[in-house]
Structure formats: structure tokens, C-alpha cells
């Protein structure tokens, strides 16, 4: 009798660069619960509550794939990938531009970089400036990390372009990094509260 193995994914990018339609993608699959932000955690400090949340992950039962999807796991990937081997972390990639744009038109002059006390905002890196540049500093700096992780393990870490869910071969590739071989493709879903289809959404 074969033995299935479950698949357990951390899903990450900047936000505003389709976390939630990852998270659609992904839940779609057979067997799969896959949440989308499940529990806050801090960009600093939480290495307690990241290994915790991973551990749930991994101790997940009768599911073929499970995962969670947020922007604010990065600081933790390579401590959770040190401690449990079998995750794989797929990050979405958006340009800067795009991630700008998206973020006026969602969050308008709010900055999220600037500490206000609130625990969401600190779900965010601290910098204390004006939010154009922190947004340029946060972009930058979250790929600089995602390029070194990819780079440093290639078989568990991968960046793909924003693009790669907008199509079936893109999902395709997503889906079997992480090991999905029976895929269940969902190009042009609907992905967020306000209807926006993936064509719009995507456009990087």
C-alpha cells in the first residue's frame, strides 16, 4: 500500500502581489486547507509563534496538502525550513511599481512602516520614514532576502513572477514545486472582495 505524503506549503511575497489568489490557487487542489494569513505574527520577535504555526502545519492530518499564505513569514523561512524539512515556500513576486500603485488605491497614506503600536503594523519591518520610501526600502529589502533564500535552497525556496498565475503553464510550474501532481488550474478565478478578475489583478 502506498503511503501518501502530505504537502505543506508557506506561500509569501510583499502583499498586495496575490497572496489571496495564491491561496485560492492552492486550496483548490484535492485534500488541500490552505489559510491565508492565519495567525499575526511580528516581524521581529515571534520565532516562538512562527514555529509553533509551522509545527500545525506539519502536524496536519487526513489532508494531501496544506499551507498557510502571508506576507509577514519571511524573517522566519530559514529557521522553519532548519526545523522542518519537509515545507516548501513558494513567493509571488509583483514589480514595485505595481505593488505601489496597488497599495495607494487599497491603503491610501497609511504607513504601515512607521510604528503606530498597532500589531499589524508591526507584522511590517520599521524604518521611521515617510511611506514612499519605506515602500521602496520594504520592496527592495524583501527581495533581496527571497533572492538569497532561493538561491541558498533551490529545491524548497522559489520566486515566481506575479504573471505565472494568470496561466496555466505559471500555475502549472507553482503546482509542482511544490510537488502537486494532479493539479486542479484556476486561470481567471475571481480572487478578491471586490470581484476583480485575475486579468486585472495581474498586471504587473
Avoid at 6 to 22: A, D, E, K, P, W
Avoid at 173 to 195: C, M, Q, T, W, Y
Wanted: proline letters at 3%; glycine letters at 8%.
Amino acid at each position: 500500500m502506498q503511503v501518501r505524503t502530505m504537502i505543506v506549503v508557506i506561500g509569501l511575497g510583499t502583499g498586495r502581489c496575490g497572496t489571496t489568489s495564491l491561496v485560492g490557487l492552492l486550496s483548490s487542489q484535492h485534500g488541500a486547507f490552505v489559510t491565508h494569513q492565519r495567525t499575526r505574527m511580528l516581524w521581529q520577535g515571534d520565532y516562538d509563534l512562527a514555529m509553533r504555526e509551522a509545527e500545525s502545519l506539519v502536524n496536519a492530518t487526513d489532508l494531501q496538502l496544506t499551507g498557510d499564505v502571508a506576507f509577514y513569514w519571511l524573517p522566519y523561512v530559514y529557521q522553519v525550513s532548519q526545523r522542518f524539512p519537509q515545507i516548501k515556500f513558494v513567493c509571488l513576486r509583483r514589480s514595485r511599481l505595481g505593488y505601489e500603485e496597488s497599495w495607494a488605491e487599497s491603503q491610501g497614506c497609511r504607513n504601515a512602516w512607521m510604528e503606530t503600536g498597532e500589531r499589524l503594523d508591526l507584522s511590517y519591518p520599521q524604518f521611521g520614514l515617510p511611506q514612499s520610501e519605506s515602500i521602496q526600502l520594504y520592496w527592495d529589502n524583501y527581495f533581496i532576502i527571497s533572492s538569497a533564500l532561493a538561491r541558498q535552497m533551490p529545491d524548497r525556496f522559489r520566486v515566481f513572477p506575479l504573471r505565472y498565475m494568470n496561466t496555466k503553464d505559471g500555475q502549472r510550474a507553482i503546482l509542482e514545486f511544490i510537488g502537486v501532481s494532479d493539479h486542479v488550474l484556476k486561470p481567471g478565478i475571481r480572487l478578491n472582495k471586490r470581484g476583480t478578475s485575475w486579468e486585472d489583478r495581474f498586471k504587473e
